[in-house]
């Protein structure tokens, strides 16, 4: 049979049951629908998660005091128990980074007026703010003369600079911290809380060599931030600094490090695993539509070969082969399936959009997901299609002719 005819009485055949056809249909345009907008969630779920981490840090080194267990803890033994400030000058030549700072972090309590406030005291250098994306929404941070020369001065975290100054503006006041008198030269902007709940801008930022020698009296830090150009420069950078640590400690050998280096790629890494395996989970679960809908085409088709039965013994009195019954069943039920898939590929499209308005993040819909709920619909028809395709073209011609 030429295939333009087999399409052609395909056609007719599905237009005689209009409603039957369209809802045949609907398990498959479910499928198609929640494969794509489940993806599409996932996708963008994932991609709003590599952007937040980027900006927090995503291309950035921890460098610790003590050693990592086995489990992944640090704990602090060896020789060295603390970082000295050196070791953040030196990482500094290093030609894969570039920004170093040392943090060291107390807490006290911020006076101003009669206003006072208990929150947590970070030294650093003018790169942490480059280290982890976040920068004065008023006034200035400090500069390297300020860390040279230890100087009093201050950048306030938006909480504190609530709670101390409610709606005036901190920069160019003075407050105290612990003893010493500090001026105020910046509000930083917002960042809100971490995972755990706790708020990052509950915080006052000064120079660590300020927190150092004048406020705690020792020459170490608490751990070194270090950031690269990019994310696939950090294994890199991380073998530099082990190294170069390693050296500057006098560490031999068969020695084991008195720091550990920690980095965000592991993050990074674990939760895009987890994202992948959602995809895959939340796509299986909404392929279970598509199995629905073969089947539904399955019966559908079988109840068609029944009411049939006599037109196809015509056919084959006149001339049709096993092959040309086969294959216009066959177009009947890949036809339906393909139908099903346009509109699911319509309607999980309009779904993402319709859904990224109530979840509040971005939907990403890929070409690759759209491709493969479209083939997979084809596929489903082709496979529950055939056996009732395969039926219709093994009858008997005579006992068709037969049949009322």
Known sequence: MNPLVAFRVSYRALKRNKIRSILTTLGIIIGVAAVITMVALTQGAKRLIEEQLTSLGGNSLIINPGSRTRSGVGTVSGKINRLPSEDAEAIRKLSTV????????????????????????????????????????????????????????????????SKLFGYQNPVGKTVRIGKNSFKVIGVMGSIGQTPSGKDQDDVVLIPYTTLQKRILGVNYVDNISVS???????????????????????????????????????????????????????????????????????NIMLVSVTERTREIGVRMAVGAKERDILIQFL????????????????????????????????????????????????????FFGLYPASKASKLDPIEALRYE
């Open 228 to 298: 690269v150009r990019t994310s696939n420069d950090i294994p890199f950078a991380e073998a530099q600094i082990t190294e170069l640590l390693r050296e500057r400690h006098h560490i031999r050998p068969n020695m084991e490090d008195d720091f550990y280096v920690k980095t965000q790629l592991n993050i990074i890494e674990r939760i895009f695993s987890i994202s992948k395996i959602m995809t895959i989970l939340l796509g299986s679960i909404a392929s279970i539509s598509l199995i629905v809908g073969g089947i539904g085409i399955m």
């Open 98 to 161: 570039t920004h170093v700072s040392p943090i060291l972090d107390t807490t006290e309590q911020v006076v101003w007026g009669n206003r006072n406030w208990f929150t947590g005291i970070v030294g650093a250098s003018p790169d942490f703010i480059f280290i982890n994306g976040w920068f004065p929404e008023r006034g200035g941070f400090f500069h390297n003369e300020d860390v040279k020369n230890a100087e009093l001065v201050c950048v306030l975290g938006k909480t504190v600079a």
């Open 331 to 382: 177009i009947e039920a890949l036809a339906l399936s393909l139908l099903g898939g346009l509109i699911g590929i319509i309607l999980g499209i309009a779904g993402s959009k319709i859904s990224s308005l109530f979840t509040h993040w971005p939907t990403l819909v890929s070409f690759g997901s759209v491709v493969l709920a479209f083939s997979f619909s084809a596929i489903i028809g082709i």
